[in-house]
């Protein structure tokens, strides 16, 4: 448990995927967009998991990936297609 680190890991990801998602997903080519999103849902597992007494390998297996998944899932269904400015 390395709770620092992971409040810093929560706050760097959620402050990166709010300027990716509101500011730089229309605006950046798609894969970009997506590899930014991507990293910030690993970022914030991550720390969401540094900072649980007992994260065992099967939290982690499970949830990086997933997370990595969903997150520009998430922005695609919220914001539409990425890379698509006027």
């Known amino acids: 448990m ?3 680190l992971g409040v810093a ?4 990801g959620s ?3 709010l300027l990716g998602a509101t500011m730089l997903w ?3 080519p798609a894969p970009v967009g997506i590899l930014l999103l991507a990293g910030c849902g690993v970022c914030l597992g991550a720390g969401g998991l540094l900072v649980q007494e007992d994260a065992g390998l099967g939290a982690w297996l499970f949830t990086l990936p997933a997370l990595g998944v969903f997150a520009p899932l998430q922005a695609r269904l919220v914001f539409g297609p990425p890379g698509t400015a006027s």
């Open 15 to 17: 402050l990166l995927g």
């Open 9 to 12: 890991l929560i706050v760097t």
């Open 2 to 4: 390395n709770v620092g």
């Open 26 to 28: 229309r605006r950046v």
